[in-house]
């Protein structure tokens, strides 16, 4: 059973009915946790309640749980998603398979299999970070470059027209 504040939002947003909140709150504690157990049985919790059943079924499927309810939603993500390349695809997957409790581990390693046999191609999920915003973009570099420039030759029209300025009131005297 989980614990701690934010669950017991998450559980108390499910039981008032604010699905939305609730959702919202145990994306963040998702965003925190990727791997955590509790976090992603409840993260499939609040979808199912949302009527998410393939998108609960993702969540779920990076856990052992397994009950009528996690019956339903897998056959709704089987459903929805009918290959293993369409499974990896919609997975919420943020660490290294190794991360994952022994059953999941292998739940992932058949996915695996099954994607080779599919694709030819080999699966392999990689830690997600999210980007640094003090990473420069050269877009924004360029766009930085090209902001500085801008101010620079308005400095310059500026002082330029204010020489101008004193020199004709000098010589107008």
Not at 1 to 24: I, N, P, T
Not at 27 to 42: E, M
Not at 64 to 78: N, T
Not at 122 to 144: C, E, G, M, Q, V
């Amino acid at each position: 059973m989980v614990q701690g504040e934010g669950f017991d939002r998450v559980r108390g947003d499910l039981q008032a009915g604010r699905l939305w909140k609730a959702r919202d709150r145990v994306t963040g504690l998702f965003a925190a946790q990727p791997t955590n157990q509790d976090v992603l049985a409840l993260t499939g919790e609040v979808y199912f309640e949302m009527g998410d059943l393939p998108r609960a079924a993702a969540f779920w499927y990076l856990t052992d749980c397994s009950d009528e309810q996690v019956d339903k939603a897998m056959a709704a993500m089987r459903e929805r998603y009918p290959t293993a390349g369409d499974i990896v695809a919609a997975l919420p997957i943020r660490d290294r398979i190794e991360a994952f409790p022994r059953p999941v581990q292998v739940r992932l390693v058949a996915l695996q299999q099954a994607v080779r046999e599919e694709t030819g191609r080999y699966w392999t999920p990689a830690p997600r970070r999210a980007k640094s915003s003090n990473t420069p973009n050269p877009r924004s570099r360029l766009a930085d470059a090209g902001c500085t420039m801008a101010v620079a030759v308005a400095l310059l029209v500026f002082v330029v027209g204010l020489i101008s300025i004193v020199a004709w009131l000098t010589s107008a005297i």
